[in-house]
């Protein structure tokens, strides 16, 4: 397990330089200037100054290996230097955004926050709902209960979240003015008072984002379990005497869960991306928000630090996933 | 599977026997009426299919009835809601919503369709050539592998943002993007289509007919065309239908963001995006494009779904 561990993750390194290398090169090839945002009252002689200082005139070979070197070497140094205190981080040039002219990492540790909680919340939600809704379902297969519920997440799968989220806000801010539409994050939460306004602006982030997790993430659970369900074990523990709680939530659910949890871990990277959009609804300001605002203005550093991260993501949780499936099923050994 | 479906009923002798059981013997059908069969015992997908077809009338032969332009500017009756004369509303410059649903359903099925045909093209070649030849395999699966490693969502919002303007200069506005859009999706969503190919490639090369045609001398390329690419056809269909909704979704979300097709060229995702900004005005426009995408995308979804039951001879018949 463990030489298997090591060898995934020394082969994820050649596959995380070869997609920030695409990532680069689109991003470079493309025939966007990073001055052209720039007022046109700049001097055509000083404009090209300013391209020089960005680095943006040397090979494209080289501007990749500067941008890896800082990525993978100095910008961790850095996050280590800010996190414990120890004086590691390294003199010299960090990425820098075009747009404010500070270090990436420094606007991506501002926005950070906002989205870990709206989608780690969603998340955590999203499951909550699923576990119930997969296990009735699957046990009283056919039955109203059922068919109400494959519909429903049928639904929810097929609504995209830039329209419920769009209903939401018609609904339950608009007509209703239960909720505030649009996500402060300055918002501090002290007391109980400003705990009930940060719950009520984050419901409906989370509810939007939830309720598309919960229906994927059911669909799974609810075809895993009814092939768990006609196994001969089940059986056999029904015939030992068990009770059905213990039977279906115990033996059949312990079962049914290995590949609903990798698909768990698969989608993780996936919901970051959706909530791209999400943020875009409700005006979270996130890592989503930061990278339409940088793609919109030609922010390049911005967009390949955003866009790397993401890819790292796919690339991490994918090894979680196999590496879970190995731990939770014994049947499965890579060797 | 195919090749028995066209054999003929062999000329009866005129035995008293034989003739009985001529009488009684049914013509051969294609096995595609034994799909259908199964096909419309699925409730959901028989209703999906209705609705689907309902929504390609709405939206191509619409037009032909409901003849109002959809850039039509009629300040005055700006921002009404539903009447007589505009069915849907108008919109904040008095453009008929109705005539705007229907030219925003064209671009948006056109994107949908034309997206997932070059998705399934590619997914089925790469599918196909991995498992056929074996000496392609390893590369052309590790290239799935990076396609599916690499962040989507973010890198097409990248590559439209930046190649916008040249494509626009070349093949015009609204052809530029569609170009673009088509192109960008059906490129990074054919992954999924070539991974079942290849499984199912990989299966059938081990099937005594595969042998047996390929002991007569066929020739790899007829052995593709002829033998396994009718055979393949079940999970190929399948994934047109996901990739039809994967595709109309992916576009709405680009309109939504702001970098699909421009704002005087309507699609689905680009009336919601534009009714956002009236929300409090005028909420009932988000409902008519935000219903149309959820419709539509339900509605491929359930067939899917009935065509995956349908296809499936363990299933079929029961």
């Known amino acids: 397990m463990l030489t298997y561990t090591i ?112 989608v780690g919340t969603s998340y955590i939600v999203g499951i909550l709902i699923a576990l119930p809704l997969g296990i009735i379902s699957a046990y009283r297969q056919y039955s109203i209960f059922d068919q109400v519920g494959t519909f429903i997440s049928m639904v929810g799968f097929s609504v995209p979240t830039f329209f419920t989220g769009v209903l939401f806000i018609v609904i339950f801010a608009v007509n209703l003015g239960w909720f505030p539409s649009v996500y402060n994050t300055t918002h501090v939460v002290t007391d109980w008072d400003s705990f009930v306004v940060q719950l009520k602006q984050i419901i409906m982030p989370v509810m939007v984002l939830g309720l598309y997790n919960a229906s994927q993430i059911s669909r799974y659970l609810r075809a895993s379990m009814l092939d768990n369900l006609n196994q001969d074990y089940v059986r056999t523990a029904r015939a030992k005497g068990l009770t059905e709680k213990i039977v279906v939530l115990v033996h059949v659910l312990k079962n049914s869960m290995i590949p609903v949890v990798t698909v768990i871990a698969l989608n993780v990277p996936a919901v970051f991306g959706g909530a791209i959009i999400t943020e875009q609804v409700f005006k979270v300001n996130g890592i989503g928000q930061l990278l339409i605002i940088a793609i919109q203005s030609g922010d390049v550093p911005v967009v390949q630090t955003v866009s790397f991260i993401f890819a790292v993501l796919i690339v991490l949780f994918s090894l979680i996933a196999d590496i879970l499936y190995g731990v939770l099923d014994p049947r499965i050994r890579y060797d | 599977m195919t090749e028995t479906a066209d054999r003929t009923a062999a000329p009866a002798p005129a035995t008293p026997a034989l003739a009985a059981e001529f009488e009684t013997y049914a013509a051969p059908r294609n096995q595609w009426w034994d799909v259908w069969d199964q096909f419309k015992t699925h409730k959901g997908a028989l209703f999906g299919l209705g609705f689907f077809v309902f929504t390609l009338l709405f939206v191509f032969v619409g037009p032909l009835v409901w003849t109002m332009d959809p850039q039509f500017i009629d300040i005055r009756a700006r921002n009404a809601g539903p009447s007589l004369a505009h069915p849907m509303g108008t919109d904040q410059l008095g453009r008929d919503t109705m005539a705007r649903m229907m030219a925003g359903g064209q671009t948006s099925i056109a994107v949908g369709l034309t ?182 995308v339900l509605s491929v979804n359930y067939i899917g779904d009935g065509l995956r039951d349908a296809l499936d001879p363990r299933i079929r018949g029961r």
């Open chain 1, 7 to 118: 060898r995934r993750l020394i082969l994820a390194i050649p596959t995380l330089l070869f997609i920030s290398f695409i990532i680069f090169l689109i991003v470079k090839l493309s025939p966007s200037d990073p001055t052209a945002s720039l007022p046109l009252t700049i001097p055509p002689d000083v404009r090209e100054l300013i391209r020089e200082s960005l680095g943006v005139n040397d090979p494209v070979f080289v501007q990749y290996f500067k941008w890896l070197k800082l990525m993978v070497w100095d910008e961790p140094l850095h996050f280590i230097e800010g996190a414990t205190g120890w004086p590691v981080a390294p003199e010299g040039p960090r990425i820098i955004s075009y747009q404010t002219r500070s270090p990436v990492m420094d606007l991506i540790a501002q926005r950070m926050p906002q989205t870990l909680w709206v």
């Open chain 2, 115 to 296: 997206a997932m045909a070059l998705a399934l093209l590619l997914g089925t070649l790469v599918g196909v050539l991995a498992g056929y030849f074996r000496r392609l395999d390893g590369l052309l699966m590790r290239t799935t592998d990076l396609f599916l490693a690499m962040p989507l969502l973010p890198l097409l919002l990248v590559t439209i943002m930046l190649f916008r303007d040249p494509l626009r200069a070349n093949f015009g506005p609204e052809g530029g993007i569609f170009v673009l859009i088509v192109f960008m999706i059906g490129v990074t969503s054919w992954m999924q289509t070539a991974r079942v190919v290849r499984a199912e490639v990989l299966a059938l090369k081990e099937r005594e007919f595969v042998l047996a045609a390929r002991s007569i001398g066929t020739p790899s390329r007829r052995m593709i065309t002829r033998h396994l690419l009718p055979n393949v056809m079940s999970p190929i269909m399948v994934s047109a239908t996901l990739g039809i909704a994967n595709a109309i979704i992916t576009e709405s979300a680009l309109s939504f963001l702001g970098l699909g097709f421009p704002s005087d060229f309507p699609t689905w995702g680009r009336l919601l995006f534009d009714a956002t900004d009236w929300l409090t005005q005028n909420p009932e426009r988000v409902i008519w494009p935000g219903m149309a995408i959820s419709l539509t």
